[in-house]
C-alpha cells in the first residue's frame, strides 16, 4: 500500500536543515515525504541526512513580485503533478506561495507553522503588505500552527484568522529538542579545553555566549552596548552566528566594538554549537521578536540558564528566576544589569542553572512533538 504524500516547504533549505532536523526522516517512515526549497548545497544534504526526495525551487526572503511569480508557477507545477494529500509550509515567503499554489493545485490539506514574524517589526507601508501577506498566507491555509501561545494571540489580536483554523503543537515550538544530543554529557573535558585554549578563553573566565544571526532584530546592538558598558575582569562574550548585513544590519559603533575588542569572540556559523554551549556559563538572547526560538531550548538542555528579552516563546520557555532571568525588550540597562547579576550573584547562577535542563526535558522533549504532529497529519490522509 502507498504511502499517503507529505510536502514540506520552507524559502530556504537552511531552514529544511536546521529547523527541523531528523523530523523529516521520522515522518518518512509513515508518509511519502517531499522536501521543497531554494538550491544550495543545504538541501542535498537534506536529502542524504534525512532519506527523502528533494526539488528545488528558488523562494527570497525579500518582497520580489517578478522571482515570486516565477516560484508559485514553478511550485503550483510540482504540487499539481505530485498531488500531495498535505503540503506544510514554514517561513513566511514559503507559507505566502506555497499556500496559493497549494490551493490552486487543488491540494485538500494545507498546513502553515508559523515561527517568528517579520512584521511584528515593520512600519508604514511595508508593516500594511506584511500584514497583507500575512492574512493572504492564512486564508488559503486549512490549519494554522503558531508555534507560541504568544504567536496564537498575536494573530487573533491581528484579526489574520480565526480559532477555527488554530492550534498550538504540543508546549509549542516547531521541532522540540532532542535532549540526548544536546545534553551536557556529550562534550567531552578535552573537546572543552582545547575549544578554550583556541579562543583564548581563561578558567577563570564567566563565559556569556550568543547563538544566532548577527542582526539588529536579534537585539546585537543592545547586547554589545550592555557588555561594553559591564567594565568587568574576566569576562567573554561568544558570538557564534552569521552576520546579514544586507538583510538586517548592525549600527557600525556595534561592528566596531565586535571587531577591537579582544574580550568579544566572533566565531561565525557554526553547524555544531554544543561545544561552544558547553564553554558557556549563560545564554543571553536579547531579541526583539521570535517565534518560539530553539536557541533558548539548546542552551537549556546543555545545562545554561538564559537571559531572555520579553516576548513570546522566550518567555513561555524562561520562567523568571526559575531557569534564567527576563528582561525588558529593546533595554540595554536592564540586559547589563541581568548580566552583572548573574556573573556576580553566584547563589542565584547556581539555582538557575540547576532548573535549566530539567525545565526543558520535562517540556520539550523532541519525540513528543513529532508525534502529534504526526496524528495532526493522519487526521487527514
Not at 543545504?42 to 516565477?70: G, H, N, S, W, Y
Not at 548577527?214 to 557564534?240: C, F, H, M
Not at 520562567?319 to 527576563?326: D, E, F, K, R, T
Request: charged fraction near 25%; aromatic fraction near 8%; proline fraction near 5%.
Amino acid at each position: 500500500m502507498n504511502k499517503p504524500k507529505l510536502i514540506r516547504i520552507t524559502t530556504v533549505p537552511l531552514s529544511l536543515k536546521v529547523l527541523l532536523k531528523g523530523q523529516l526522516k521520522y515522518m518518512s517512515e509513515f508518509f511519502e515525504v517531499v522536501g521543497i526549497s531554494s538550491s544550495g548545497t543545504e538541501l542535498e544534504e537534506v536529502q542524504q541526512r534525512e532519506k527523502i526526495r528533494v526539488e528545488a525551487v528558488e523562494m527570497t526572503r525579500q518582497i520580489t513580485p517578478f522571482q515570486d511569480l516565477k516560484s508559485l508557477w514553478k511550485l503550483y507545477q510540482i504540487l499539481k503533478k505530485e498531488k500531495p494529500e498535505v503540503v506544510h509550509t514554514h517561513t513566511p515567503k514559503a507559507g505566502f506561495l506555497g499556500m496559493m499554489a497549494a490551493k490552486f493545485a487543488g491540494v485538500p490539506t494545507r498546513m502553515h507553522t508559523v515561527a517568528g514574524m517579520p512584521l511584528m517589526e515593520a512600519t508604514g507601508l511595508k508593516r500594511r503588505i506584511l500584514n497583507m501577506v500575512e492574512k493572504t498566507t492564512y486564508s488559503f491555509a486549512t490549519h494554522i500552527y503558531p508555534n507560541s501561545k504568544g504567536l496564537y494571540e498575536f494573530i487573533l489580536n491581528e484579526k489574520f484568522t480565526s480559532t477555527t483554523k488554530l492550534k498550538i503543537i504540543g508546549q509549542g515550538s516547531s521541532n522540540g529538542i532532542d535532549t540526548d544530543y544536546f545534553s551536557p554529557e556529550t562534550i567531552l573535558d578535552n573537546q572543552k579545553e582545547e575549544l578554550k585554549s583556541e579562543l583564548g578563553v581563561q578558567k577563570e573566565d564567566f563565559v556569556f555566549i550568543f547563538v544566532g544571526r548577527l542582526v539588529k532584530d536579534k537585539g546585537i546592538n543592545e547586547l554589545i552596548s550592555a557588555y561594553s558598558k559591564l567594565k568587568t575582569q574576566n569576562s567573554k562574550l561568544l558570538l557564534v552566528g552569521p552576520f546579514e548585513p544586507e538583510l538586517d544590519p548592525l549600527s557600525s559603533e556595534t561592528l566596531k566594538k565586535i571587531e577591537s575588542d579582544p574580550t568579544i569572540l566572533s566565531v561565525g556559523f557554526q553547524s555544531d554549537v554544543r561545544p561552544y554551549f558547553a564553554i558557556s556559563d549563560c545564554l543571553v538572547f536579547p531579541s526583539y521578536r521570535e517565534g518560539f526560538p530553539n536557541v533558548v531550548l539548546q542552551a537549556g538542555a546543555m545545562g545554561l540558564p538564559s537571559i531572555v528579552s520579553n516576548i513570546n516563546g522566550c518567555n513561555e520557555i524562561i520562567s523568571h528566576h526559575q531557569n534564567g532571568i527576563i528582561i525588558p525588550v529593546k533595554d540595554p540597562n536592564a540586559l547589563q544589569e541581568a548580566m552583572g547579576k548573574l556573573k556576580s550573584d553566584k547563589e542565584l547562577y547556581e539555582n538557575l542553572k540547576v532548573n535549566a535542563r530539567l525545565d526543558i526535558t520535562s517540556r520539550f522533549e523532541q519525540k513528543r512533538i513529532w508525534e502529534e504532529l504526526k496524528a495532526e497529519y493522519e487526521k487527514h490522509t
